[in-house]
DNA sequence: CTCCTATCTTGTACCCAGTACAAAAATATG
DNA sequence: CATATTTTTGTACTGGGTACAAGATAGGAG
């Protein structure tokens, strides 16, 4: 089980080739148009074989979601000691938009990765997806924090409302990057409005969690 | 242009004929066993002829989701003149849980509908879809009532944190249910759980919308 | 190096949702 | 009855995804 072994290098490779091909295929002429045996073809390896890395041709689009999803944990599970659960969200907000990061939606390169995914139903119907693959972690997390009392709807609900913040916020970034905004100018009002949607949800949750 | 002329009551009657017969072998079988081909066998149509009235296989399974997008709609539309729209909506959410409602989820028949959804991957995407419908609709009104700014986020994020919650709360009841509780031991926390979340909520947005 | 085993890959055949298009049936209209 | 319009249908097709078994490749033991 060596982490390098020639299977394993060799299968990261694989993956990693797909997956490249996959999203340049994708940019160039748009998720739909774009079957599974082209992206095969394209990467030398046969139809099956994407699907064994990928199960959803989707995966092949989001492939850096679970990354977006350890972002939260790790912003909850690494907070400063008394810091609140929503002090440590608007923190990580904070920096990721300071950091100009893609998941900030403050970065021009975003826009075209945006606009694909409008352009395809099923790329819409895999982002709602993964908006809710992130609630239900976010749920798990909550529930840990405030003692796993059976039938609590409170950990859900927190969660549900931080995540409709967040992807909010990252909604009208992108709305306005679509319009045809730089980047440069949505920045300062994204942090402010970060600020803005904390405060209410602050509001809304307050020390609810512990 | 007879609205009850023979062509638009056969329609109709088709259409009736069509969405009954799905429902019921979906509730049979579950959704991903039931085949388009095998609901128009069973309605005496063609297969094209079910895709003429339903666009999407899962159509036939949320036929009354419009329903639910109007409920909204309407009670920000006829509420009191002064009341807040917050107010407008827990009124809604408690009226509809007091009515024993199907949308409130306290109700022992919901128990099957949920756990024909939960067993298909199919119409949990559908359900988003259709959660994902009415944010849209509700953001809409919400910026008509904040005067149609352009660039302004606050319908969005206002209408995300409401459906955020109503959804949560659905979720809950649906949870309980099918963990075996029965619909009337639900009931009376879900009227507390009701106005909990609404008084979250009105923490957050409070009278942000005018 | 060699044989054996576990794992990765492939080919083939298939199912099903959804679309395109044109023919055919039913209804409306005069 | 005749003609125009709308609805329904048959046929053929595309593309995502699965089942299954055979083939290729790497790891490990002797």
Same mark, same amino acid.
């Given at each position: 089980?060596?982490?390098?072994?020639?299977?394993?290098?060799?299968?990261?490779?694989?993956?990693?080739?797909?997956?490249?091909?996959?999203?340049?295929?994708?940019?160039?002429?748009?998720?739909?148009?774009?079957?599974?045996?082209?992206?095969?073809?394209?990467?030398?390896?046969?139809?099956?074989?994407?699907?064994?890395?990928?199960?959803?041709?989707?995966?092949?689009?989001?492939?850096?979601?679970?990354?977006?999803?350890?972002? &939260?944990? *790790? /912003?909850?599970?690494?907070?400063?000691?008394?810091?609140?659960?929503?002090? @440590?969200? %608007?923190? #990580?907000?904070?920096?990721?938009?300071?950091?100009?990061?893609?998941?900030?939606?403050?970065?021009?390169?975003?826009?075209?990765?945006?606009?694909?995914?409008?352009?395809?139903?099923?790329?819409?119907?895999?982002?709602?997806?993964?908006?809710?693959?992130?609630?239900?972690?976010?749920?798990?997390?909550?529930?840990?924090?405030?003692?796993?009392?059976?039938?609590?709807?409170?950990?859900? &609900?927190? *969660? /549900?409302?931080?995540?409709?913040?967040?992807?909010?916020?990252?909604?009208? @970034?992108? %709305?306005? #990057?679509?319009?045809?905004?730089?980047?440069?100018?949505?920045?300062?009002?994204?942090?402010?409005?970060?600020?803005?949607?904390?405060?209410?949800?602050?509001?809304?949750?307050?020390?609810?969690?512990?």
């Amino acid at each position: 089980m060596d982490e390098t072994s020639l299977r394993e290098r060799k299968k990261r490779e694989t993956r990693q080739r797909i997956s490249n091909v996959a999203t340049g295929l994708f940019m160039a002429r748009g998720f739909d148009n774009v079957t599974v045996a082209e992206i095969a073809d394209a990467a030398n390896v046969s139809k099956m074989t994407v699907f064994n890395y990928f199960p959803r041709k989707e995966e092949l689009f989001f492939d850096r979601g679970p990354e977006a999803v350890e972002l &939260l944990s *790790a /912003a909850i599970r690494d907070r400063a000691p008394g810091e609140s659960v929503i002090g @440590a969200l %608007r923190g #990580l907000m904070l920096r990721l938009t300071e950091q100009r990061h893609p998941l900030s939606a403050t970065l021009d390169s975003v826009r075209q990765f945006v606009q694909v995914v409008l352009d395809s139903p099923t790329l819409q119907a895999g982002a709602l997806h993964l908006v809710n693959e992130m609630e239900a972690q976010l749920t798990t997390e909550f529930a840990a924090l405030t003692g796993d009392k059976p039938n609590d709807p409170l950990p859900a &609900l927190a *969660a /549900a409302l931080v995540i409709a913040t967040m992807r909010t916020l990252y909604q009208h @970034a992108t %709305r306005r #990057l679509l319009a045809g905004e730089r980047a440069d100018d949505v920045y300062p009002d994204q942090i402010a409005l970060v600020n803005l949607a904390f405060d209410m949800l602050a509001a809304a949750i307050g020390d609810k969690l512990g």
